[in-house]
C-alpha cells in the first residue's frame, strides 16, 4: 500500500518564477492538506482539499494556490517566486468520508525541497 | 486549537524508556491529543492520538491525565533511529488541521 508520495523530490527556481508541486494521497484518502516548513521551523498550513474545493486556508497569500483532481491527487502552485519561499513543501493525506465523519489523521509525504535563488 | 508546550530538548540512552511531556492546560472536551515525529528533512510520522483513555500501539504509548492537562509519549526502548524532533498537538476532528509548534528535539546516544 503505497503512502503519500510528492514530486519532484528537489527543485530550484528563480525568484518571479512559478512552480507546481504535485502529491498522490494514500490509498483510500480523500483529503490533501499543503505545509510549508521553513529551515529550523515546524510546519505551517498552507490548505486543505476536499471534494476539489478549497476549505481551510492558512496565512499565505494568494500567490499560493491549489487543484485537487477527481482522483484525489492535488498540486500547490506557487506564482511570484521570492526568496522567502525557499522551504520544504509538504502534503499529508487523510480521510474524512461523507460529511467529514472520516478518523482524518493526517499522514505526510516525503515533502518537496524548492530552493528559490 | 489548544496551545502545547513543550521542552525544547531532552536525551535519552538508548535501550531507556524515553518520557516525552506535553503540556495542554486549556484544551477542550472535544480535542484530541496528536504526536507526530520528524527526523531530519524528512516529513513528519504520525506516532499516535488520543482523546481521554490512554492509547498503545506497536511505536508508543500515550498517557493521558485525568484532566486532560497534559499528556506523556513513552517510547519504551528508545533506540538511536528515534533521534528526531517530537510535535504534541492538540486538534479537533472534522476539518481541523494541524498546528506544529517548536516540538521537542530528543537525543538518543549510544
Known amino acids: 500500500d503505497a503512502g503519500v508520495t510528492q514530486s519532484p523530490t528537489h527543485l530550484i527556481k528563480t525568484r518571479g518564477q512559478q512552480v507546481t508541486l504535485r502529491c498522490s494521497p494514500k490509498s483510500g484518502h480523500d483529503t490533501v492538506s499543503w505545509y510549508q516548513q521553513a529551515l529550523g521551523q515546524g510546519p505551517q498550513f498552507i490548505f486543505q482539499?476536499?471534494?476539489?474545493?478549497?476549505?481551510q486556508r492558512g496565512n499565505f497569500p494568494d500567490r499560493f494556490s491549489g487543484h485537487q483532481f477527481p482522483n484525489y491527487s492535488s498540486e500547490l502552485n506557487v506564482n511570484a517566486l521570492l526568496l522567502g519561499d525557499s522551504a520544504l513543501y509538504l502534503c499529508?493525506?487523510?480521510?474524512?468520508?461523507?460529511?467529514?465523519?472520516?478518523?482524518?489523521?493526517?499522514?505526510f509525504g516525503p515533502g518537496t525541497r524548492l530552493l528559490v535563488l | 486549537d489548544a496551545k502545547t508546550t513543550q521542552p525544547p530538548s531532552m536525551d535519552c540512552a538508548e535501550g531507556r524508556a524515553a518520557n516525552l511531556p506535553c503540556n495542554h492546560s486549556?484544551?477542550?472536551?472535544?480535542?484530541?491529543v496528536y504526536w507526530y515525529r520528524q527526523i531530519h528533512s524528512q516529513g513528519p510520522q504520525y506516532i499516535i492520538h488520543?482523546?481521554?483513555n490512554n492509547e498503545t500501539n506497536e511505536m508508543a504509548s500515550l498517557i493521558i491525565t485525568e484532566d486532560r492537562k497534559s499528556s506523556t509519549l513513552i517510547l519504551p526502548h528508545a533506540t538511536l533511529r528515534d533521534t528526531a524532533v517530537y510535535y504534541c498537538i492538540a486538534r479537533f476532528s472534522g476539518y481541523s488541521t494541524l498546528t506544529f509548534g517548536k516540538g521537542t528535539m530528543l537525543l538518543v546516544s549510544p
Open positions: 482539499y476536499y471534494e476539489e474545493e478549497e476549505r
Open positions: 499529508a493525506s487523510s480521510f474524512l468520508g461523507l460529511a467529514g465523519k472520516g478518523e482524518e489523521t493526517q499522514y
Open positions: 488520543g482523546l481521554k
Open positions: 486549556t484544551i477542550s472536551g472535544n480535542e484530541y
